[in-house]
């Protein structure tokens, strides 16, 4: 079963500071998913990478996957607190095209 | 509203009595899934329908989990003799697309507290 390691579990900053969190494993993906979740409410996609190295920005967030397409690392620069939330990733193994395998999440939260 | 509904969004219970749930994927969707979420962690996959048809349960669904999705339309989750393990965030969701290269879309969640 692959495991999806996200680090950190909680994360605190100011308004205004830049962050990044990780998302680990020793398997290699076809696809990996970024998910942004608020209290009460489903997670929400934010953006899907496919391609090793590849790098996407949504507005002040930047996605990476990595070369091997077995880590993802998400920055946000000048986080708000319209940031905080729990950010999980999400990954289809090369094996399986039915489900999605979702990280632990990191929590974050942005301080005005 | 055309989202993914669920219902209801919250469920309070005694231990040993059965529930069950009900979600309502985008009707354009073929495909629904049924993940699990505890406080503090992100969803685990339950089980997952293309249509009507329940093509894979994770290990996870013990016997006193039954999923059902009869017309290809919504879908029911039922739990029987509740214990207080299943307290949880039962979140159901939906896609168009293979999961590969496509997203899922979640409703906002039946939370089921077993006493």
């Known amino acids: 079963t692959q495991l999806l390691e996200q680090s950190p579990q909680f994360l605190s900053i100011q308004e205004g500071e830049n962050l990044t969190v990780y998302c680990n494993s020793s398997s290699v993906f076809s696809s990996l998913q970024w998910y942004r979740q608020e209290p009460g409410e489903g997670p929400v996609l934010l953006v899907t990478v496919v391609t090793g190295g590849e790098v996407k920005k949504l507005k002040r967030l930047t996605f990476q996957f990595g070369d091997a397409r077995k880590d993802s690392s998400l920055h946000i620069t000048a986080a708000q607190p319209g940031d905080t939330g729990l950010y999980l990733c999400a990954a289809v193994s090369s094996g399986s095209a039915r489900q999605l395998t979702f990280g632990s999440g990191t929590q974050l939260t942005v301080l005005p | 509203d055309t989202g993914v509904s669920q219902d209801p969004r919250h469920k309070i219970t005694k231990r040993g009595q059965n529930v069950t749930f009900r979600c309502d994927p985008i009707?354009?969707?073929?495909?629904l899934y049924w993940y699990r979420q505890t406080l503090g962690q992100g969803p685990e996959f339950l089980t997952y329908f293309q249509n009507e048809a329940q093509l894979e349960k994770s290990r996870l669904l013990s016997d006193r989990f039954s999923a059902e999705r009869p017309k290809g339309s919504f879908s029911t989750l039922e739990i029987q003799r509740t214990e207080q393990g299943d307290s949880a965030m039962y979140l159901c969701?939906?896609?168009?697309?293979?999961?590969?290269?496509?997203?899922?879309?979640f409703g906002e969640g039946s939370r089921l507290t077993v006493l």
């Open positions: 969701a939906s896609s168009f697309r293979d999961i590969a290269t496509g997203e899922l879309f």
């Open positions: 009707s354009e969707h073929n495909r």
